[in-house]
């Protein structure tokens, strides 16, 4: 099953910061964004952000704005996702995906999707 692989995750304290890797293998297939999701335990999955393939495109959500930062590296199909100023309640089950179609982020055709990396923010 082709499926892009996030890694990155582990246990950070609060106030620190990691970086999750996305290695993608949908642009051959013709998709034309990236984007990161998370899920914690009893919650909804949550989109966080995306951006498409020529950059001009990336969303953030709220909750996450101004602390993670999303980029791409076209050269190797990776997509990054920096996440700074980690506090507990981000504490999930990160994902990466790739879509395919959409007019707009939160009408995307999400097609691809990684197992997931774990991230714990905690003292």
């Known amino acids: 099953q082709v499926q892009p692989v996030e890694s990155g995750g582990g246990f950070v304290q609060p106030g620190g910061s990691l970086k999750l890797s996305c290695a993608t293998v949908?642009?051959?297939?013709?998709?034309?964004?990236v984007g990161w999701f998370r899920q914690a335990p009893g919650k909804e999955r949550e989109f966080l952000s995306g951006i498409n393939w020529s950059g001009g495109s990336i969303y953030y959500s709220d909750s996450v704005k101004g602390r993670f930062t999303i980029s791409r590296d076209n050269a190797n199909d990776t997509v990054y996702l920096q996440m700074k100023s980690l506090k507990p309640e981000d504490t999930a089950v990160y994902y990466c995906?790739?879509?395919?179609?959409?007019?707009?982020?939160?009408?995307?055709?999400?097609?691809?999707w990684g197992q997931g990396t774990q991230v714990i923010v905690s003292l």
């Open positions: 995906a790739e879509a395919s179609a959409g007019a707009r982020w939160t009408a995307m055709s999400w097609d691809y």
């Open positions: 949908g642009r051959a297939f013709g998709t034309y964004a």
